[in-house]
């Protein structure tokens, strides 16, 4: 069990560029969360996984944001046409399901949008 | 809307000594969930304690404890003979879920807690 990984763990692109981050779970955890946390704040939900289906999604995900989980495993949270404001710490969280309501996080993406 | 309240932004406290950390919640469901992570400078989150609510008894996890007030919708975190290394971020989260539904997290807006050698 090696916990959640997070690739890459910093990022600095110009506005309008396209940006892609990936989440590795913990092996048989079967929900993936994403999350944003700006400067100063707590981690605010923006979307959920069971398997491979994507099952809400915040307000906060606006349509330049997209993300998938292809068969249950790993995920990837792309943002396209990058904005100054998209600049925060993606944090990725897995759980075993059911059975268990306890998360853990990976190390987060750090994006800097310049 | 649930939401959690951490009305402490920073607090301190003394090598070995005893610290708690103040967290409110509201919500209108009974059967929830509630917890304190821990997240160190440039560090990743870490879970430190969780607390179910249809349990009376508090949680206790080596130093750190809880004091949870289900009427009073009040959740604090208790740490004990402090450490250097309990220098971080805390921030109080509520979940709530059931059978297949989201169990996503709310947090609080933190507080940062310092160790004074």
């Known amino acids: 069990d090696t916990g959640v990984s997070q690739n890459p763990r910093h990022k600095i692109t110009k506005r309008g560029q396209n940006v892609t981050f990936r989440c590795d779970p913990i092996?048989?955890?079967?929900?993936l969360y994403w999350y944003r946390q700006t400067l100063g704040q707590g981690p605010e939900f923006l979307t959920y996984?069971?398997?491979?289906?994507?099952?809400?999604k915040s307000r906060l995900l606006s349509d330049r944001f997209s993300a998938e989980r292809p068969k249950g495993s790993f995920s990837t949270l792309e943002i396209q046409r990058t904005e100054q404001g998209d600049s925060a710490m993606y944090l990725c969280?897995?759980?075993?399901?059911?059975?268990?309501?306890?998360?853990?996080f990976g190390p987060g993406t750090r994006l800097t949008v310049t | 809307a649930q939401t959690v309240t951490q009305s402490q932004p920073e607090m301190s406290v003394q090598e070995a000594e005893t610290v708690t950390l103040s967290c409110t919640y509201d919500?209108?469901?009974?059967?929830?969930?509630l917890f304190w992570y821990k997240q160190p400078p440039s560090r990743q989150m870490i879970l430190v304690i969780r607390?179910?609510?249809?349990k009376q008894q508090n949680a206790t996890e080596n130093r750190f404890s809880v004091n949870f007030q289900k009427a009073a919708k009040s959740f604090s975190l208790k740490i004990s003979d402090s450490q250097l290394g309990d220098a971080a971020m805390y921030f109080c989260?509520?979940?709530w879920g059931s059978g297949g539904s989201n169990y996503k997290l709310t947090f609080g807006k933190g507080t940062l807690l310092t160790v004074n050698p």
């Open positions: 989260a509520y979940s």
């Open positions: 919500t209108s469901e009974s059967d929830y969930y």
């Open positions: 607390q179910e609510a249809y």
């Open positions: 996984f069971q398997n491979e289906a994507q099952l809400e």
């Open positions: 092996s048989e955890h079967n929900r």
């Open positions: 969280a897995s759980s075993l399901g059911v059975t268990s309501y306890e998360q853990y």
